[in-house]
């Protein structure tokens, strides 16, 4: 109890945390609103009024893959700047402890991204939320989002290793997109692409989605995304610690 004490006492601090940067607050409400726009004039040609649904939940799981991911290494290079990460990796707790509540925050912050393109697109450009399973889509939804914070604890133990995550944040951002079917379909990608889309929580959490916003079998794939992001959790926590040692061995924990 004291554990998951500490992870939601850990959210709630880091969200707050994150609500005093006026730009952090402009990024999270601009951006998902630009992504959606986009989306949905890309797709407007389709004859299908589904489609600009889909779209709609494709560009804010966008949304909330880019907070995990830039959130995730932005927090982390904040606490290297404020001269603070060292303190943080020698408190008397397992590392993945300490980083877990701010992965986890993240993603929940990412899910106004989802929230903003559904609202953005129903009042501007009218488009319908008619669900195929709209209950199943309420329990994809947050399931999904606190997948994706999960697993950005392997992310996490990257970017305490690297003085300048900002550089992986952008490398990874747009290829995660593609490979993940978030707008487009993964079978119009390279055959062999295949084994890595498998591979990410974020396709088979996107899939989830599109699977409740137009009919399917929402569960394995929902299955599937939480399992990944468990064993990524898990991968995550062992690399925190070899990346801790690394760290304090090559002295890369200092400022930048």
């Not at 606490?79 to 590392?95: F, I, K, S, V, Y």
């Not at 953005?120 to 209950?135: E, H, M, Q, S």
């Not at 990257?158 to 978030?182: C, D, K, T």
């Amino acid at each position: 109890m004291s554990s998951l004490r500490m992870i939601v006492m850990g959210m709630l601090f880091h969200i707050k945390h994150v609500s005093r940067s006026s730009f952090e607050i402009a990024v999270f409400v601009v951006v998902p609103v630009v992504q959606a726009s986009l989306a949905v004039y890309l797709f407007r040609a389709s004859a299908e009024p589904q489609k600009l649904l889909q779209a709609a939940v494709g560009a804010g799981m966008m949304g909330v893959w880019s907070s995990v991911l830039f959130g995730a290494g932005g927090a982390i290079q904040s606490q290297r700047w404020q001269g603070t990460l060292e303190m943080l990796m020698l408190a008397p707790r397992r590392p993945v402890m300490i980083f877990l509540p701010i992965t986890l925050a993240q993603g929940v912050i990412g899910s106004y991204a989802l929230l903003a393109t559904l609202v953005w697109g129903r009042v501007l450009y009218g488009i319908r939320l008619d669900f195929a399973r709209p209950w199943a889509f309420l329990v994809a939804a947050p399931v999904t989002v606190l997948s994706l914070g999960a697993s950005g604890i392997l992310l996490a133990s990257l970017f305490v290793l690297l003085r300048h995550a900002n550089a992986l944040q952008n490398a990874l951002e747009y290829p995660i997109w593609l490979l993940s079917g978030m707008l487009l379909p993964i079978a119009s990608l390279p055959g062999w692409t295949g084994p890595l889309a498998a591979a990410l929580p974020t396709t088979w959490g996107a899939r989830a989605m599109r699977e409740a916003t137009v009919g399917g079998a929402v569960w394995p794939s929902l299955a599937w995304c939480t399992g990944i992001s468990a064993a990524c959790l898990a991968l995550g926590a062992l690399s925190l610690v070899h990346v801790e040692r690394r760290a304090r061995a090559a002295a890369t924990l200092a400022l930048a």
